[in-house]
């Protein structure tokens, strides 16, 4: 068994070592060998045998046996050398757009611009090259640059580098480079930060492709290759897969850096609707609360400032406010209030001029909302603090004296944006050492929870909190109000909330006198 009984003139082309009485195992390639035992086996068992496929030369053959009476078996090769190529071809073309679906899929994942330059370097690594190293336009004096070697680490820096320390790189990020172009950089001439310090070996070839972005250029990707994987059968893919992987690459650097730039300016302008941080201002201590009314939502309509006067002597006009709506449509009409109520502070010291103004000036077909209001002008008076008290539509503050008794302020009035005269009415208040005045939107008074579930939480539940308050201090007061009506909605829906507290120290500074 698997001696050469016989050949044709075809087969002693293809196979020139064998002839007749030589092994098959020193005449045929070991495919050929391996499936000739497998039939043997099969014919003495009269079981059936498969085709069998392999390489001859630079030739893909498939064999196929014939059983002979007398127990031996004949083989028929057919060159097969095209169908091997073409479903070669195939698989590479299905393993090719795998790669590129799961690239695809990793870099739209994530929305964070270092994250997507460090993924894109180690895909590339991974896939085109034996390093990648991929460049961002600059940001401000820093170059945007990651990294990735053999070893699958890819690391991200703000460099202070020059683009034009790399030929074709500072013409890529400024988009003069024509996208899809590939453009062959010598080695020799990259600097030192090219190249990734797990990369071992000298590098054999350099390329340079560009990262088209969304308008403007994302970045650029640069390939470095040590001629390691030259000849192996998984041999990197050609410059046209390397083309199309960066242009999906692209397309995720420019959305991951869109949504980091609109992302600051959000911030940026949320920062600027945040009511601000309050502490003591001329002798009288202030604190506020405010909590907007989704989980995700920074600002809503409620609001409240603190302006203090120029001088110690000088009134300190306080503003908490509650503008119709939610979300950040009502804090857009929050931000043209604050900014209104700024400029038009030289006149509070007359609260109902300075509530018709703001009224006017809401008063546009463009906006349909209102707001309501509650000023305070507060001054120290010794050991004693005054407030002229202004409501606009909005519930009236309420006063915890050091008794414990909660009062109401009598004032009352019109909401403003809504009509086209508006009225008032100034209530005098005097707090005494440790007194409170406690002003709320009613996001307090209308929080819906409890034990139910539906019920709101009302100004007597806020009265009886507040009277267990008595003496205590402003930013505990506040945070002590706020605590007890996220205890009662209970993780229910709630509208914006607003708490701030105006307070009279408990003791007067050394340098204070008697109230004249």
Known sequence: MGVV?????????????????????????????????????????????????????????????????????????????ARHAAERRLAEERRLAGVLAEASGALLATLNPERCLELTARLAAEHLADAAVVVAPALGRGLPVARCGPDGVATHQLLRAEPAAVPGLEEALLGRLPSPATVTVDPALLPDWAFPESLTGPVTRASLTPLPGQGMPAGALLLLDTGASDGADDARPGPGFARLFASRAGAALSAARLHADQAAITATLMRGLLPP????????????????????????????????????????????????????????????????????LPLAD???????????????????????????????????????????????????????????????????????????????VVLEPGETCVFFTDGVTEARGGPLGNEMFGQRRLEAALAECAGMPVDALADHVHMLVADWLSGNDHDDIAVVAVGAPHRSSPQEGPSA
């Open 277 to 344: 941080g309050l502490s003591a201002v001329h002798g009288v201590e202030y604190a506020g609360v405010y909590r907007a009314s989704g989980a995700s939502e920074w600002v809503g309509g409620d609001f409240y400032d603190v302006h203090p006067g120029s001088g110690s002597g000088d009134e300190t006009l306080v503003v908490l406010g509650d503008v119709c709506g939610k979300g950040l449509e009502a804090a857009v009409l929050t931000g043209k209030i604050r900014n209104t109520l700024q400029a038009l």
């Open 5 to 81: 009984t016989s050949l044709n003139p075809a087969a002693a082309v293809l196979l020139p070592r064998a002839e007749t009485g030589v092994p098959l195992r020193d005449a045929a390639p070991s495919w050929l060998v391996k499936a000739h035992e497998r039939a043997c086996r099969a014919a003495s068992s009269q079981g059936s045998v498969a085709t069998s496929c392999g390489p001859v030369g630079d030739r893909w053959f498939r064999a196929h046996p014939v059983f002979a009476p007398d127990g031996g078996v004949g083989w028929w090769l057919l060159d097969d050398t």
């Open 350 to 428: 007359d609260h109902q001029r300075l509530l018709g103004l703001l009224n006017g000036a809401l008063l546009t077909p463009a906006n349909p909302r209102f707001a309501t209001l509650a000023l305070a002008s507060v001054v120290r008076d010794g050991p004693l603090v005054r407030l002229r008290v202004t409501s606009a539509g909005h519930p009236p503050p309420l006063v915890v004296r050091r008794s414990g008794a909660v009062e109401e302020a009598p004032t009352r009035g019109t909401l403003v944006g809504a009509f086209h005269e508006i009225s008032s009415t100034t209530a005098e």
